[in-house]
């Protein structure tokens, strides 16, 4: 090999004045950064991701990590990743693999997003002293209501509502598979909703029987690969959800590395132990809308029309037409899933460079929508980068019923966003299947950090929708009037439908 | 902050406007004298039939020609003259207020526009969005808005208000946060037979906007209260609901209290949010509605603008203060505040 080393991205050395030599950095780094030799402990920095497993564990804050200590020459055109993926390619012949969402440093249209709030002439609300209501009904909506009269006079209902799912707050965690994130962290998750009165999706990994108690709350998928569907787990799920695309690579379907199937998830998926699970990219019975109709349909007789059908999608170019298509079908939601998506593998070059934002996505679906008659009749569910509760204000009132979150769940269980998701040594016990990894993440506790995390956002929604003298959550959805643009171009504002600030 | 009245015989028993006029006076301090208006119902009995088109020109060329152009291709115009005014030295004359009485053509309805109304409908939001210089204000029948920016009694006196006699009222004195200048962001707002008078602000207007747009509606009045009017007009006259109904479903119960409801009344509920969660209303305010058979009156889900009620035989009037109410009837029988969101109704016996 002619080609050598890179420099390593991360140093990591050790204060000796303040080491003890307990040797948990040893035990806890996953990746194998540190090993013993004598009394020493020795540090090999090029094995290191900065997923900062042994910062947190290391009693005397002895460990300290630094990133790209040895750059290249600097270079405006050939950065260091364009010139170290060409160094791999040239060693490999390969697709690169890469984790989490897109990692290239675009703008994040949210944080040009200003929220509103009241002065003088309106008041504003307090959710502590008035009531804040934020419940979130998905599926499908009759675009008007008919009544009847009862022989006694009474007014009656006579309009059949579909089943639709009710949320105590807009916030559900999406589809991370049993395989890609190891079972303690869907159990995590799967207590926490179950708490807070909402949902998380399975992924496209089959439901684990551990998962059971939780199903009421849990979104079934069925993914491109139909893994570990069958009538079954179909009438398990509180709600069913077709995965046609996902934000992290558009275009293509699910990668799950051999290393993460090991018994449990090759049951679960019913896929064999040990191999790829790599799933079409597309489903190979849905070539265009109409099938994807037919299998909405099949879905729902198979269920007996009991379960909303949601419907995901990567959000491309193209992402308002696909929802309209969606829209005029039995479905009950689309999902749109931004370019930032997170994943457990996706190839980088989808990752980082194929589909748009899902802020513009928002926009564009819920305009499309309203334009053919039917927002109000389909649930939008928006995801794929969403970091806080002022990204949840903003995608609702952009035009977002609900959202899903990923990433940010994973980071409430500890996750650091490392990116290496795909290599199955996840030490926090999150993207991995190895045991003793897995077992250090505790179920009971990780449902606490979710659930803390879901509950303070919720709260600041409330708060937020206070301050604009919002009482219920259906007056902030598409309300862009209380957004405004603070440096986006003429042509994002107008996509947006928002003003610039101060206008 | 603004003063509102509402007022119905309920025998249809007509009163003319020098009540109303007083009434709205008393009220001064609520506005800031760059907004009033009246709305009457019942004024133009000889032209019953007709749709009576009260429209502010800003001159009499262009846009009154090419309004001309729109009515006569939509159907005829059997009357028109400018509204009887008379110069008051405290008003600004900015606009020309015309008035029309006109009958849409039954053979141009077909397809989309089902019925003379949508013919109208159309009109208005035709001249209002694509014609410089022309606003229709006024769109029902056998009613008529009378609307200008000024102080309330400079107003009466500008349109003779005492002239017209009329079974129901509105009334509203303005203090503007937008737009002061131009006298089509004076209340009430109108169309076909809905007038609103409004005193608040919404909140939900984003979304209420968005909702009336996917029906076809253009909100062209730069302020939120003519939104009001087009719920009206799409969940009433659209979509048939009474007018309690739509109360229930611009202004719904909180779901803590849905939940605690027997099981049917909670699905009936359930229905209206589900269904008409874009034209829930949200922010502070109260309103009165005026409607072809009566008047319906609420207020914000936790009431955060005034509303008093007085009623006294067959007549009922609604209004922010008290004192209002007994400027126009001294023999005021009983005077109450409903709670927040409850509708008040009143509808002809």
């Known amino acids: ?503 | 902050m603004c003063g509102i009245i509402g007022f119905i015989d309920r025998a249809k028993s007509r009163m003319d406007g020098s009540g109303i006029k007083a009434a709205l006076s008393l009220m001064n301090e609520r506005g800031s004298g760059e907004g009033a208006g009246y709305a009457a119902y019942g004024i133009y009995p000889e032209y019953a039939d007709y749709y009576a088109l009260h429209v502010f020109f800003d001159n009499m060329g262009e846009a009154k020609k090419k309004v001309d152009e729109i009515l006569q291709l939509w159907g005829e115009i059997v009357h028109q003259e400018e509204i009887p005014n008379t110069p008051q030295p405290g008003l600004k004359k900015v606009h020309i207020p015309w008035r029309y009485f006109f009958k849409p053509s039954q053979n141009l309805i077909a397809g989309r526009m089902a019925s003379e109304n949508d013919v109208v409908m159309h009109i208005v939001m035709e001249v209002n969005e694509k014609i410089n210089g022309a606003t229709i204000f006024s769109s029902g029948k056998n009613m008529g808005v009378f609307k200008a920016s000024g102080w309330p009694e400079d107003v009466a006196n500008f349109y003779r208000i005492e002239d017209y006699k009329g079974y129901i009222w509105l009334a509203h004195h303005r203090y503007p946060t937008n737009s002061p200048e131009w006298w089509g962001g004076a209340h009430p707002f109108n169309l076909l037979n809905w007038s609103v008078v409004h005193n608040g602000e919404i909140t939900s207007y984003g979304t209420n906007k968005r909702y009336v747009e996917g029906y076809g509606y253009k909100c062209t009045a730069l302020t939120d209260t003519e939104v009001i009017a087009y719920l009206f007009d799409i969940l009433g006259r659209q979509h048939g609901l009474s007018h309690e109904m739509i109360v229930r479903a611009l202004v719904p119960p909180f779901w803590d209290d849905i939940d605690r409801m027997p099981e049917k009344e909670a699905m009936l509920n359930k229905a209206i949010r589900l269904t008409y969660g874009p034209a829930l209303m949200n922010g502070p305010f109260s309103i009165v509605v005026g409607t072809d058979d009566g008047i319906v009156v609420f207020t914000d889900r936790i009431k955060l603008r005034p509303l008093v009620v007085g009623e006294n035989g067959s007549k009922l009037y609604v209004s922010s203060e008290e004192a209002a109410i007994r400027t126009m009837d001294p023999e005021v029988k009983s005077i109450y505040t409903p709670r927040a969101g409850e509708p008040i109704i009143g509808r002809f016996i």
């Not at chain 1, 037919?294 to 696909?322: D, G, N, Y």
């Not at chain 1, 305009?367 to 995801?383: C, D, H, P, T, Y």
Request: charged letters at 25%; proline letters at 5%.
């Open chain 1, 1 to 503: 090999m002619t080609l050598g080393s890179v420099p390593p991205k991360f140093k990591v050395s050790i204060d000796h004045d303040q080491c003890m030599d307990c040797g948990r950095c040893i035990e806890n780094c996953s990746y194998g950064v540190y090993r013993r030799e004598g009394d020493k402990i020795l540090i090999e920095s090029r094995k290191c991701t900065a997923c900062l497993r042994c910062v947190s564990m290391c009693p005397r804050d002895a460990i300290n990590i630094t990133e790209k200590p040895i750059d290249y020459r600097s270079h405006p055109v050939w950065t260091r990743e364009a010139r170290e993926d060409i160094i791999n390619q040239a060693r490999s012949g390969k697709i690169i693999l890469s984790g989490m969402g897109n990692a290239r440093d675009l703008p994040i249209i949210y944080d040009n997003l200003l929220l509103d709030a009241c002065q003088v002439t309106t008041p504003s609300i307090d959710p502590l002293r008035e009531p804040m209501e934020l419940r979130t009904y998905l599926g499908k909506k009759p675009s008007k209501l008919k009544f009847k009269k009862t022989e006694s006079g009474d007014v009656e209902l006579d309009t059949q509502l579909a089943p639709n799912l009710k949320l105590n707050t807009p916030i559900m965690i999406g589809h991370m598979s049993f395989g890609a994130i190891s079972l303690n962290s869907q159990l995590s998750m799967a207590k926490a909703v179950k708490e807070i009165g909402t949902y998380m999706g399975a992924g496209e990994g089959g439901l684990h029987k551990n998962l059971y108690p939780y199903q009421d709350n849990m979104i079934v998928q069925v993914a491109s690969g139909r893994f570990g569907v069958n009538i079954d787990y179909l009438e398990r799920g509180a709600a069913i959800e077709v995965k046609i695309g996902q934000g992290a690579k558009p275009g293509i379907g699910g990668h799950l590395p051999g290393e993460k199937v090991n018994e449990e998830v090759s049951k679960t998926r019913m896929i064999p132990l040990g191999s790829d699970a790599i799933s079409p990219a597309p489903h190979h019975d849905i070539y265009s809308i109409e099938d994807l109709v037919q299998l909405i349909r099949s879905l729902k007789e198979a269920t007996e029309w009991k379960k909303p059908v949601f419907v995901k999608i990567a959000a491309v170019h193209s992402v308002a037409r696909s929802a309209a298509g969606i829209a005029r079908s039995s479905a009950d939601a689309v999902v749109i899933d931004g370019f930032r998506g997170g994943t457990g593998a996706a190839p980088k070059v989808f990752r980082d460079h194929v589909g748009i934002p899902i802020e513009t996505a928002i926009a564009s679906v819920d305009q499309e929508l309203r334009k053919q008659g039917v927002r109000n009749e389909i649930s939008i569910i928006a995801s794929g980068g969403i970091r806080s509760s002022a990204d949840l204000a903003k995608s609702i009132a952009l035009g977002a019923d609900a959202v899903y979150i990923g990433t940010a769940a994973l980071i409430s269980l500890g996750c650091r966003v490392c990116g290496n998701c795909y290599r199955n040594l996840c030490p926090w016990g999150i993207a991995t299947q190895r045991p003793d990894l897995v077992s250090r993440l505790d179920p009971e506790a990780g449902a606490v950090q979710v659930s803390n995390l879901i509950h303070g956002w919720t709260l600041e929604l409330g708060e937020l929708m206070g301050g604009a003298g919002i009482n219920s959550i259906e007056s902030l959805r598409g309300n862009r009037d209380r957004l405004r643009g603070y440096m986006l171009d003429e042509g994002m504002l107008n996509i947006l439908d928002v003003l610039p600030a101060g206008a």
